[in-house]
């Protein structure tokens, strides 16, 4: 069954220092999401793609968040220099236009 | 702007009852809604998708009914059991904007 993929699963940096995560959506979706959640809270967009174009970053803390969806199949999102607060599980999903939305495992990020 | 409530926040039930998880949102124009469930530390599962023109959709023990002209969904779960304790979650797709979640309902079953 196809599913999205995510890794690391888990990440535990340093405050300062630098952190990726990466997405592989199903085949064929062309919509990504990159969602934030807290622990106790509903999760948060951060970022939409439409194939490689950003459709939607506005909830994007762009002085240290990035986000790129070079060929418009898997995803990096990037957090440089990381905080306390940026402590959370990052997830990312895909659909097909504005269908199902299908969710990967996400990422545990802990910022110490 | 769109915004999702779910109540209760928590709800404990014994094994067997049939019980119902409540979700409203403040724009009917919508052009979806989807329930997710979520195991600690997991990420979310998907249960049921209901578009804007249905009324309910069924999965085995799961209903999930749609009211938009009120802005309400509910998610009933028959004969319960303990594998269904989860945080359940409910999502609104506005069409020109990404899915809007609610909080959750964090459901325990008791054996």
């Known amino acids: 069954e196809a599913e999205v993929a995510q890794s690391p699963r888990y990440k535990i940096t340093e405050k300062s220092q630098a952190v990726a995560f990466w997405c592989d959506p199903i085949?064929?979706?062309?919509?990504l999401y990159w969602y934030r959640q807290i622990l106790g809270q509903g999760p948060e967009l951060l970022v939409q793609?439409?194939?490689?174009?950003?459709?939607?970053d506005s909830q994007l803390p762009k002085d240290r968040f990035s986000a790129e969806r070079l060929k418009g199949v898997d995803s990096t999102l990037k957090i440089q220099p990381a905080e306390l607060g940026d402590s959370a599980m990052y997830l990312c999903?895909?659909?097909f236009g504005l269908g199902e939305a299908f969710f990967g495992q996400g990422t545990r990020l802990t910022v110490v | 702007k769109q915004e999702v409530t779910q109540i209760p926040a928590a709800l404990s039930v014994p094994e067997g009852e049939n019980l119902v998880l409540n979700c409203s949102f403040t724009?009917?124009?919508?052009?979806?809604l989807q329930w997710f469930r979520q195991d600690p530390g997991k990420g979310l599962t998907s249960l049921l998708l209901?578009?804007?023109?249905?009324r309910e959709q069924t999965s085995g023990r799961l209903n999930a009914s749609l009211d938009k002209s009120s802005g309400r969904s509910t998610l009933y779960i028959a004969a319960s059991q303990p594998g269904d304790s989860a945080t359940y979650l409910c999502?609104?797709?506005?069409?020109?904007?990404?899915?809007?979640f609610g909080k959750g309902t964090r459901l325990s079953v008791i054996a």
């Open positions: 209901i578009q804007s023109s249905q």
């Open positions: 793609f439409q194939d490689e174009s950003v459709v939607d």
């Open positions: 999903a895909s659909s």
């Open positions: 724009d009917s124009a919508i052009y979806n």
């Open positions: 085949s064929g979706h062309a919509t």
């Open positions: 999502a609104v797709n506005s069409g020109n904007t990404p899915l809007v």
